[in-house]
Nanobody, 118 residues
Framework: VQLQASGGGLVQPGGSLTISCATS????????IAWFRQASGSEREGVSC????????FYANSVKGQFTISRDKTKNTVYLQMTNLRPEDTAVYHC????????????WGQGTLVTVSS
């Protein structure tokens, strides 16, 4: 099982960015996929999760209405669309595979750095 996040970069405040999590080694219906982020000097924060059947999605209160999670099963890829980005969204974003949203992760992927700065 592998998860690889990509698509991070530098974006100005108020801008948008979509990051991707490419998965392999399991079928899309096996795991829920979650995004976590960790800013320098801060604790890890769960950001969003999409369940195995893509029926339900979950968001941290800090990103509700700002971030959207989605999955393309044909590409084994989960996306996190981020809009109206703020400097406090700066962090390394990781994706992880979970039995279900809210459970501890089974597999953890390398992260991608998102920097929001003018």
């Amino acid at each position: 099982v592998q998860l690889q996040a990509s698509g991070g970069g530098l974006v100005q405040p108020g801008g948008s960015l979509t990051i991707s999590c490419a998965t392999s080694g399991f079928t899309p219906d096996t795991y829920a996929i979650a995004w976590f982020r960790q800013a320098s000097g801060s604790e890890r924060e769960g950001v969003s999760c999409i369940d195995k059947g893509d029926v339900r999605t979950f968001y941290a209160n800090s990103v509700k209405g700002q971030f959207t999670i989605s999955r393309d099963k044909t590409k084994n890829t989960v996306y996190l669309q981020m809009t109206n980005l703020r400097p406090e969204d700066t962090a390394v974003y990781h994706c992880a595979a979970l039995r279900f949203c809210g459970s501890w992760y089974d597999y953890w992927g390398q992260g991608t750095l998102v920097t929001v700065s003018s």
